[in-house]
C-alpha cells in the first residue's frame, strides 16, 4: 500500500467510515482499507466539487482532498466520471433510504409526505457537499449522471401518487397524469435554486412551504397548510 494512502490523520468532518486511516502498520483487513479508500475517494471528490464545480474538478484535487495517491485513485475508477457516477449512487441510495424510513414511520399519507421531505432536506444540510453534487452538479456530468437523476426524480414520485387513495372523485377530476412528476420537480428546483445560492444551510426553512405545496392537490390548501405549521 501506497504510504501517502496511510498517514493521514483522521477528518471529523464525515462519518467514521469516511475518515483517514491511521499512519503506521495499522493491521486492518484489507478488505476494510479498500472500502475506506473508496469512501475517502467519494468525500474527496464531493469536497473537490464544491470548491471547483464539476468541469473544473481534477483527479488531483479528488486525491488531494481524499489524501489517496493517483495510483490508489486508479484502483478504484477509471475516471472521474467514474468516481462521480459512484458517488452519485451512493448519494442516492442513502437519500432514499432516509426518506423511505421517515416516510414508512408515519400512519397516515399527509405527515408521512411531512416527514419524508423533513427527512430529505436534513440530510441535505448535513452534507452540503453531497447536496450539491446530486442536486446540481449531477445536471453537469454528463448523459449517464443525468439519466440517473431523471431516474432518482422519478423514484420519488410514488410518495406523492400514493396521496390519490382516498380522494373524492372530484379532487381526482382535477389532478393530471403528471400531477406527481410537476410536484416532484418544483420541489427539486426549489431545493438546488437555494443551494446554487449557497444558502444550503437554510433548506430546512423551506419545510412549511413544500408540505403545503405538496399536498394541497390532494387535500385541499386549509388542511395542507395544517400539516405543514406542526412541528
Same mark, same amino acid.
Given at each position: ?49 464544491? $470548491? ?29 466520471? $467514474? ?13 432514499? $433510504? ?38 446540481? $452538479? ?94
Amino acid at each position: 500500500m501506497d504510504p501517502a494512502d496511510t498517514s493521514v490523520e483522521s477528518t471529523p468532518d464525515y462519518p467514521p467510515e469516511l475518515a483517514r486511516l491511521p499512519p503506521g502498520r495499522h493491521g486492518l483487513p484489507r478488505e476494510f482499507v479498500v472500502h475506506n479508500q473508496r469512501e475517502r475517494l467519494i468525500a474527496g471528490l464531493a469536497e473537490a466539487i464544491s $470548491e471547483n464545480g464539476y468541469a473544473g474538478t481534477t483527479i488531483g484535487h479528488i486525491t488531494r482532498h481524499a489524501a489517496v495517491s493517483r495510483r490508489t485513485f486508479y484502483e478504484h475508477f477509471a475516471s472521474k466520471d $467514474e468516481c462521480f457516477v459512484c458517488a452519485y449512487d451512493t448519494v442516492m441510495e442513502e437519500l432514499r $433510504e432516509r426518506v423511505s424510513t421517515a416516510f414508512d414511520e408515519e400512519s397516515d399519507w399527509p405527515h408521512a409526505v411531512r416527514a419524508g421531505i423533513a427527512a430529505m432536506l436534513s440530510f441535505l444540510v448535513v452534507e452540503p457537499n453531497l447536496a450539491r453534487l446530486c442536486m446540481v $452538479e449531477a445536471l453537469v456530468a454528463g448523459p449517464i449522471v443525468v439519466e440517473r437523476y431523471d431516474a432518482a426524480i422519478q423514484s420519488l414520485v410514488p410518495y406523492f401518487k400514493a396521496g390519490r387513495e382516498g380522494c373524492s372523485p372530484e379532487v381526482l377530476s382535477r389532478l393530471s397524469t403528471t400531477t406527481e412528476e410537476a410536484l416532484v420537480g418544483g420541489m427539486v428546483s426549489l431545493i438546488s435554486r437555494r443551494i446554487i445560492a449557497g444558502r444550503t444551510a437554510e433548506l430546512e426553512t423551506l419545510l412549511p412551504d413544500l408540505v403545503e405545496f405538496t399536498l394541497t392537490p390532494y387535500i385541499g390548501s386549509a388542511d395542507a397548510a395544517k400539516v405543514a405549521r406542526e412541528g
